[in-house]
């Protein structure tokens, strides 16, 4: 069962606050906090299961404050490592070196399918983006990664 | 380290609010005359009030109920607040407030509706009720719709005693029940 959102804001709301703190700092983390507590809220019913809500609610925060980063220095050409990396997992350790060519948000979606698990609907909530075109950049990535490591 | 302002954490509850997008807003309200109350609100009303809350277990059954978005937010359950604390210092005698009884069975939420038109300061009989939703023999599964009555006070299942004038059972306890009965001067 997904828990109430009460519970799930309160196990991760410090967590979050301090990577947008690490990645904007003041203000800026602020609303990017309520933004991307917002934006979970937005898609939390359509959550078909508990099993990967700190991926998923970090992976919102990286997005929007890469985003966020975006807005004020449009011409930098920024590195993907702005997304959030849980370095302890496994199947992330594991894809992480082959995902390192890919377009941020091929890559956020092919790491959250294939290392994760999660499903498109999932994907589609925490990159801001509708289900099929998660299910998009995520093959999109894989094409990409096939060619690359043809 | 991170510090976590209490002003951040309620402007996002209070966005949360105001974008719609919750099935329940909850709030606790402490020390009324009856002990800390949860009192949770849908868009379409009141949808529960309980004694000596334990969160946890409650937000559970709300989003079972309701759906998952069930958050903390004062601003939604105010009005319902500020009707209850009327209620408590004896200046409100009648609930305005639509109550949500979604998901109750068909015959739990005939008798809540029959047990709603039971006045300020009167009571009346699990056997009465029965007859009065059809069916003079029922008093005990009325018994059984007021025990697991979701909207409490609002819903005054505490004016409803046995035959013999006793006050039976209450599920907030008989302590609770008095109380209640002996604020609104009904005859004990």
């Not at chain 1, 309520?34 to 998923?56: G, I, P, V």
């Not at chain 2, 005359?33 to 409650?58: A, M």
């Not at chain 2, 409803?160 to 039976?168: C, D, I, P, Q, W």
Request: with cysteine; net charge negative; charged share 30%.
């Amino acid at each position: 069962m997904i828990p109430p959102f009460e519970t799930f804001y309160e196990t991760h709301r410090t967590e979050v606050l301090r990577y947008l703190n690490s990645r904007l700092g003041g203000q800026r983390a602020e609303d990017a906090f309520q933004e991307t507590f917002l934006r979970a809220l937005r898609a939390y019913d359509r959550l078909e299961h508990a099993d990967h809500l700190r991926a998923w609610i970090l992976t919102i925060a990286s997005r929007i404050a890469i985003d966020d980063v975006r807005r004020r220095r449009p011409t930098d050409e920024l590195a993907d490592e702005a997304i959030w990396h849980e370095d302890a997992r496994p199947a992330f350790e594991e894809l992480a070196p082959f995902t390192d060519g890919l377009p941020p948000k091929e890559r956020a979606a092919v790491v959250l399918r294939y290392g994760y698990g999660l499903g498109y609907d999932e994907i589609g909530g925490a990159l801001e983006t509708s289900e099929a075109a998660a299910r998009q950049a995520a093959s999109a990535g894989v094409r990409r990664l096939r060619k690359e490591h043809a | 380290m991170t510090t976590f302002s209490p002003e951040l954490d309620e402007r996002f509850r209070a966005a949360a609010a105001a974008s719609g997008l919750l099935d329940v807003a909850f709030d606790i309200l402490p020390d009324t005359p009856v002990g800390d109350l949860l009192v949770g609100v849908t868009d379409q009303g009141v949808c529960r009030i309980h004694f000596d809350p334990d969160p946890e277990r409650e937000l559970e059954s709300l989003a079972r109920q309701f759906g998952p978005r069930v958050l903390r937010s004062a601003k939604p359950v105010e009005r319902v607040k500020l009707q209850l604390d009327d209620y408590f210092a004896g200046t409100l005698q009648s609930f305005e407030i639509d109550w949500d009884l979604r998901g109750l069975p068909a015959y739990n939420q005939r008798v809540l509706a029959e047990l709603a038109r039971v006045e300020y300061g009167s009571t009346t009989t699990y056997g009465a009720l029965a007859k009065l939703t059809g069916n003079p023999r029922a008093a005990r599964a009325v018994g059984t719709v007021m025990n697991r009555n979701p909207i409490p006070i609002v819903l005054p299942c505490h004016r409803v005693v046995g035959a013999n004038g006793k006050l039976t059972g209450y599920a907030g306890g008989l302590d609770r029940k008095e109380k209640l009965l002996r604020l609104e001067g009904a005859m004990l």
